[in-house]
Nanobody, 126 residues
Framework: QVQLVESGGGLVQAGGSLRLSCAAS????????MGWFRQAPGKEREFVAA????????YYADSVKGRFTISRDNAKNTVYLRMNSLKPEDTAIYSC???????????????????WGQGTQVTVSS
């Protein structure tokens, strides 16, 4: 069992930065793939980024590549999403999720994740 709690969302102007955190509890965190997803009003949930439990592998959606950075600290049971050069189209509820280590080939698929946080709102004004 893994419980996830996001923080760090807020209102920022276009071009600004935010860092989201996802604090996890549960014995399996360090062996889980961790992902960030987002959902804007009226749109489907969208993959943002993922990181393997070894921290060696990361994967990003094309829409955020070069602007967002995912990282994790297994000692602190926390995964981060650093978001730079934010755009109004980045506005959404951002959620972190945990998946078993073996699903890396389909890491962008929400249904492969077993545990989800409640989400944190990110609003980017133009």
């Amino acid at each position: 069992q893994v419980q996830l709690v996001e923080s760090g969302g807020g209102l920022v102007q276009a071009g600004g930065s935010l860092r989201l955190s996802c604090a996890a509890s549960g014995r399996t965190f360090s062996s889980s793939i961790m992902g960030w997803f987002r959902q804007a009003p009226g749109k489907e949930r969208e993959f943002v980024a993922a990181i393997s439990w070894t921290v060696i592998n990361t994967y990003y959606a094309d829409s955020v590549k070069g602007r967002f950075t995912i990282s994790r600290d297994n000692a602190k049971n926390t995964v981060y999403l650093r978001m730079n050069s934010l755009k109004p189209e980045d506005t959404a509820i951002y959620s972190c999720a945990a998946a078993p280590a073996g699903i890396w080939a389909v890491v962008a698929t929400p249904s492969k994740y077993d545990y989800w946080g409640q989400g944190t709102q990110v609003t980017v004004s133009s």
